[in-house]
């Protein structure tokens, strides 16, 4: 069975702080795949990495995937109100199908 | 780029009766759809897997009977819950991935509530 282990859970930080999402796996994926999702909206994809080592960055979002391609990373610098949600990873295996993460619930006290 | 659309956003039912639900992607051949079940505070679960022609392969678990899946284009899937009871009141989504492609890209979601 392929598993794909999100941390933390659930995640209550201010205004102004840094944190980390970290998605590990004993399995090599062909991509990897961020998501955030509002209440009572569909996953809105952020970003998708697929080289390993890779590093993206979407304003104070930086993405990184393992260099074995078993794990990646979310870090969001000074976070805002606006970054309140649940966070998603979700590891492609290359049959089109997706394994995916517990997700993280953060949110961003003012 | 990449838009795919769900409909209804919500619906109530009385208990017994079917209700439908429609995904398409509005700006890409999807080549594979999948519906997936949320429940509240939870990661995704996926349901089923269609591929535009074929029958829908379901999740272990997931009753093919009650959710009755058609995917008869490449930008339109439906998921049909048929004789819905209260337990089925859930959020459901879909997702459509083009060919060659891991990424899949969702709907905005259907809230049912079942009386």
């Known amino acids: ?110 | 780029g990449a838009v795919v659309s769900q409909h209804p956003s919500r619906v109530i039912c009385k208990s017994g009766t079917s209700v439908k639900i429609e995904c398409r992607s509005l700006d890409f051949q999807a080549t594979t759809m999948f519906w997936y079940r949320q429940f509240p505070k939870q990661s995704l679960m996926l349901m089923a897997t269609s591929n535009e022609g074929s029958k829908a392969t379901y999740e272990q678990g997931v009753e093919k009977d009650k959710f009755l899946i058609n995917h008869a284009s490449l930008t339109l899937s439906t998921l049909t819950v048929t004789s819905a009871h209260p337990e089925d009141s859930s959020f459901y989504i879909c997702s459509a991935r083009s060919s060659g492609r891991d990424t899949q890209y969702f709907g905005p979601g259907t809230r049912l509530t079942v009386l």
């Open chain 1, 1 to 110: 069975t392929q598993l794909l282990e999100q941390s933390p859970q659930f995640l209550s930080i201010q205004e102004g702080e840094n944190l980390t999402v970290y998605c590990n796996s004993s399995s090599v994926f062909s991509s990897l795949q961020w998501y955030r999702q509002e209440p009572g909206e569909g996953p809105v994809l952020l970003v998708t990495v697929v080289t390993g080592g890779e590093v993206k960055k979407l304003k104070r979002l930086t993405f990184q995937f393992g260099d074995a391609r078993k794990d990646s990373s979310l870090h969001i610098t000074a976070a805002q109100p606006g970054d309140t949600g649940l966070y998603l990873c979700a590891g492609g295996m290359g049959n089109y199908q997706l394994i995916w993460g517990a997700g993280t619930k953060l949110i961003i006290k003012p």
